[in-house]
């Protein structure tokens, strides 16, 4: 379908509707909303700069932007966890590299500018920490009063401590994750914010840039892409932006995406591996990676379309399994990953072992979240001696080689 300049389209009943600051989802039957450009759009594709707004042919307009320069983060190729697996081509995206930490910086520079554009003197988001904490950063620098909604107790100290010091007011849920989002998006009109959720369509257009940069750093579209899915947002974006490479004339091949999940939070998993059109909700998702302790994923249904059309799959991955792979990545590849993000690790690791790769695939593996966000998790066991100062530790430390 083509459409006159940016327009909201439904994912589920195709309803075009004009962009505005009230326009959260489809006025006719509730659906998510996707920025749709004109066809024009893709054939005038050029990218200048560097960071996300490089992109900013395929983005949407704004008046002005605010930015801490996000985007532009390593692709690293990671040789030595790759030689262990026999995968001669794998690399991380190292999302923790974002200014605030995570790849919600690429959402939020665009998510925050559109909210200045529609005149928004507020904006609300619920999170399970790393949203919060991006939120709040381009909140501040834009001017904008911020409130999160946040999993009492169940949120990274290093996220809500950044919330915190960038000024948002703290709403603490004695619920979940899915709480959270409930309680907000059904007060946010009588609060007057506006809601910077992934149900935010602006957003994800900017979440989408890690597919372009994944594409422009190799070359190439990767054979795979592994994304850690929570609410599914982030996956769905990276579809969205593959394609569109491919619209533009830029790329001539998809990649095929793939989806992590903890086993105790995996309604996207099990839906794909049991073929069923619908998710069913996880009532109490439980996993020690809380960025991703997500029962209800707001974009299940644009991530199992992402997943199914890509004809790629999707995985779960136990707290250990997680907790190992983070480990394993500090420890190989010298990147230190939040454990939500070394889930997309925890997923290459036990694929290689299924024999789903072959050794010369070309596979990405995002890595959405820095290490130092979650200074809590129990990480590893490590060599460690105290001494005294008069001490000489050589003789001791050669016992502990
Ligand atoms: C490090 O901050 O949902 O599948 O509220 O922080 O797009 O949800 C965070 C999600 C992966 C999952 N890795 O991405 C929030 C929030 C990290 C994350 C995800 C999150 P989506």
């Known amino acids: 379908m083509d459409v006159e300049g940016e327009a909201l389209v439904c994912i589920d009943c195709g309803r075009v509707h004009k962009p505005g600051p009230g326009v959260l989802v489809c006025e006719k039957c509730n659906g998510l909303l996707e920025v749709s450009y004109p066809k024009s759009v893709f054939g005038n594709v050029s990218f200048n700069g560097t960071g996300v707004w490089r992109y900013s042919s395929l983005l949407p307009k704004v008046d002005r932007i605010i930015t801490l320069n996000e985007g532009n983060t390593p692709l690293v190729k990671a040789e030595n966890l790759g030689r262990k697996i026999g995968l001669r081509n794998l690399y991380v995206k190292f999302e923790g590299a974002n200014p605030t930490g995570s790849f919600k910086d690429r959402g939020m520079t665009v998510g925050v500018s559109i909210a200045l554009k529609f005149g928004q003197k507020s904006v609300a988001c619920a999170s399970t920490g790393n949203t919060s904490a991006s939120m709040a950063a381009y909140a501040a620098r834009a001017g904008l009063k911020s409130f999160v909604f946040l999993p009492d107790g169940y949120v990274a100290a290093g996220k809500l401590l950044q919330a915190i010091a960038h000024g948002a007011t703290i709403v603490k849920v004695r619920g979940n994750f899915d709480d959270a989002l409930r309680i907000l998006l059904s ?5 007057g914010v ?9 957003r994800i257009e900017g979440q989408k840039t890690t597919a372009f940069e994944i594409w422009e750093g190799l070359g190439k579209t990767p054979e795979f ?5 929570g609410n599914a947002a ?7 932006g593959f394609i569109e ?11 095929k995406m793939v989806g992590v999940q903890a086993e105790g939070a995996a309604p996207i998993v099990k839906a794909f591996l049991e073929g069923r059109g619908e998710i069913e909700p996880v009532e109490k998702p439980e996993t020690v990676a809380t960025a991703i302790r997500i029962g209800r994923p707001l974009s299940w249904k644009k991530a199992l379309r992402a997943i199914r059309d890509s004809k790629g799959t999707a995985v779960t991955v136990s707290d250990e399994e997680i907790l190992r792979a983070q480990v394993e990545l500090a420890r190989t590849e010298g990147i230190f990953a939040e454990p939500a993000g070394a889930a997309s690790i925890a997923g290459v690791l036990k694929l290689s072992r299924e024999g789903y790769f072959k050794g010369d695939d070309t596979v990405v593996a995002v890595v959405t979240g820095h290490g130092l966000k979650d200074p809590e998790v129990k990480i590893m066991p490590y060599a460690e001696l105290v001494i005294q100062p008069d001490e000489n530790p050589v003789e001791a430390l050669r016992k502990l080689l």
């Open 187 to 191: 007060h946010s009109a009588e609060l």
């Open 194 to 202: 506006y809601v910077l959720n992934s149900v935010n369509p602006y």
């Open 225 to 229: 892409v592994v994304y850690p899915v």
């Open 234 to 240: 982030n996956i769905s974006s990276g579809w969205k």
């Open 245 to 255: 490479l491919k619209e533009a004339g830029l790329a001539n091949s998809l990649p």
